[in-house]
C-alpha cells in the first residue's frame, strides 16, 4: 500500500527535519522517498517536504494528491490542505491556522504545546507525533526511537508524545 504525506511551512520551523525522520523511519519497515524543497531564504521563506512510503517499489515520488498533510502556517494550510485524498487527514497547527481552513482537519496547538515544554522550535515534532497518533502509519515506537537519536535534548521526545496524546484528546 502507498501512503503519501505532504509536510509543509515556513523555513526554520523544522519541516524538512521531520520529512527526512518520517522517511528513514518508513525505510526501516518498507521503501520510502523524501523531496524536501525550501526556498533560497535560510529562515521565513517556503519549505515543504513529500513523503511517499510503500510495502512495494516506488515509481513515482510526487503525487497529485496527498493521503496527509501536515502545516505549520496558515499559508501552507490552504495550499495543500485541499489536495488531501477522501478519507486522508490534515493535520494543522491549531496556533496560525484558522479554524475555517481545509477539509478532513485535525486542529493541534503545536506552538502552544511546544512554547509549554519550554521549546517554540519543537511545534514540529508535536505535529508528527499528532501525525503518527491519527494515522497508524507507523510504530510510535519506532518514531520515537529515532526522535530521541537525532535529538539529544529530552525536550523534542516529549514534544513528540505531546502530539501522540493530543491526538486522543481532541
Not at 515534532?125 to 520515537?144: D, N
Amino acid at each position: 500500500m502507498k501512503i503519501s504525506v505532504m509536510i509543509s511551512g515556513m523555513g526554520g520551523q523544522g519541516v524538512n527535519a521531520i520529512g527526512l525522520l518520517l522517511a528513514g523511519c518508513a525505510a526501516q519497515v518498507g521503501f520510502a522517498t523524501c523531496l524536501p524543497e525550501h526556498g533560497p531564504e535560510q529562515r521565513g521563506g517556503f519549505a515543504r517536504c513529500t513523503v511517499v512510503m510503500s510495502d512495494t517499489e516506488i515509481l513515482s515520488p510526487m503525487p497529485k494528491k496527498y493521503d496527509y498533510a501536515v502545516a505549520m502556517d496558515e499559508l501552507s494550510a490552504m495550499k495543500y490542505a485541499a489536495l488531501v485524498n477522501p478519507g486522508g487527514k490534515a493535520i494543522l497547527n491549531a496556533d496560525l491556522v484558522p479554524q475555517s481552513v481545509g477539509a478532513h482537519k485535525l486542529f493541534i496547538p503545536a506552538d502552544s504545546i511546544a512554547t509549554a515544554l519550554g521549546s517554540a522550535r519543537a511545534a514540529n515534532l508535536v505535529l508528527l507525533g499528532a501525525l503518527i497518533g491519527a494515522s497508524g502509519l507507523l510504530p510510535a515506537a519506532l518514531v520515537k526511537d529515532a526522535v530521541a537519536a537525532k535529538f539529544e535534548d529530552g525536550v523534542n521526545l516529549e514534544a513528540f508524545q505531546k502530539g501522540l496524546e493530543a491526538v486522543n484528546n481532541i
